[in-house]
């Protein structure tokens, strides 16, 4: 049974830094893009940051572009999402999920496999 716990979040000024950690278990057959997206109350669940599995190239959205980086640790199976210089609009909710589909990085109906959410908070 696949697994997705997210981690990490809470609330900061703005300015501030988090690391959203993604502890999974598991298997996956054919995985293709590990992700992060966020979703804001009455806004859609957008994607923030993926990272293709089997080349490793990383995908960001244009509004946490340099501010974001996803790493994965295979050791530990965790995916991780620093989030630096962090502003009000970055408040939501963070998702962590797994895809084993050949679709968008970014497109949340592609991703199978998903985590409760941990919430972030950026206050000004």
């Known amino acids: 049974q696949v697994s997705l716990e997210e981690s990490g979040g809470g609330s900061v000024q703005a300015g501030g830094s988090l690391r959203l950690s993604c502890a999974f278990t598991?298997?996956?057959?054919?995985?293709?893009?590990m992700g992060w997206f966020r979703q804001a109350p009455g806004k859609e669940r957008e994607g923030v940051a993926a990272m293709y599995t089997r080349g490793k190239r990383t995908y960001y959205a244009d509004s946490v572009k340099g501010r974001a980086t996803i790493s994965q640790d295979n050791a530990s199976n965790t995916v991780y999402l620093q989030m630096n210089s962090l502003k009000p609009e970055d408040t939501a909710m963070y998702y962590c999920?797994?895809?084993?589909?050949?679709?968008?990085?970014?497109?949340?109906?592609?991703?199978?496999?998903w985590g409760q959410g941990t919430q972030v908070t950026v206050s000004s």
């Open positions: 999920a797994a895809s084993n589909s050949a679709g968008s990085w970014n497109s949340a109906g592609d991703f199978g496999y």
């Open positions: 598991g298997y996956i057959s054919r995985t293709t893009y």
